[in-house]
């Protein structure tokens, strides 16, 4: 077996035989105002040098957010332009308040309840530390799971008797179907590198679907071990 497979089975047992059924927080089931545009963010990790909550501008308002492993911290609002920035502040030369700009994201038109993936990017133009990817909160139902690809890898997921596979940068809902309470369900993740025919083991188990909460995986690049990694979630369904 090699050291890059293991690491895989390794990672997965010590962390759960599913990536369903974290707990979620209370503070993951909060919510703001119903009326306004609302992003809820996640990170897949964060640079050494940042450390939760991170700040993020919304207009003119500053608000912290706390980057929770498995679940979320209180929504920020999206203010009219759609543009959130992750930032630290700063004074600058002359002594005026500034910022340093980590991230600039852009919630579409349409987007009420968005929920904002940051992932850490070595050697983008300074002093930019993330990309982003946005998803549409509104379109994940109950029951559902959802998966996103922010590393360099194809993943090919089997949950039950539906199939697909994620291309880098992609993010897909998958349906569970329409049912009240709980069902096992059998599931197994796969890896590839782009344009080739083999596919790798990443885990295969048992897991347990639950109608009135929603499930994410997110596989990304580890670079400080040169490997992929994954973040999951449990979610509640928001109101």
């Not at 999206?78 to 340093?100: C, F, Q, S």
């Not at 309470?181 to 347990?208: A, D, F, P």
């Amino acid at each position: 077996m090699n050291r890059f497979l293991l690491y895989f089975l390794q990672t997965f047992i010590a962390a759960s035989l599913s990536i369903f059924g974290q707990t979620e927080t209370a503070e993951s089931v909060a919510t703001a105002p119903s009326k306004e545009r609302q992003a809820w963010i996640i990170a897949t990790s964060l640079p050494k040098d940042m450390q939760s909550p991170i700040k993020v501008l919304s207009g003119k308002e500053l608000t912290e957010v706390k980057i929770m492993k498995r679940g979320l911290g209180l929504p920020v609002r999206v203010p009219a332009e759609g543009i959130l920035e992750v930032v630290n502040p700063v004074t600058n030369a002359e002594g005026k308040p500034g910022y340093e700009r980590y991230a600039s994201i852009k919630i579409p038109d349409g987007i009420n309840k968005a929920l904002v993936i940051l992932c850490p990017v070595p050697g983008l133009p300074a002093p930019l530390k993330f990309r982003s990817q946005v998803v549409d909160f509104e379109k994940f139902r109950g029951g559902d799971a959802l998966f996103v690809n922010v590393c360099q890898y194809e993943i090919g997921v089997m949950l039950g008797d539906k199939k697909s596979v994620l291309k880098p940068g992609q993010t897909m809902i998958m349906a569970t179907g329409d049912f009240e309470g709980k069902k096992n369900t059998e599931v197994s993740y796969h890896y590839r590198e782009v344009g080739q025919n083999t596919w790798n083991l990443i885990s295969q188990s048992t897991t347990m679907l639950v109608s009135n909460r929603r499930e994410i995986l997110i596989f990304s690049y580890d670079h400080e071990l040169g490997q992929i990694d994954y973040h999951g979630l449990t979610l509640p369904v928001l109101e």
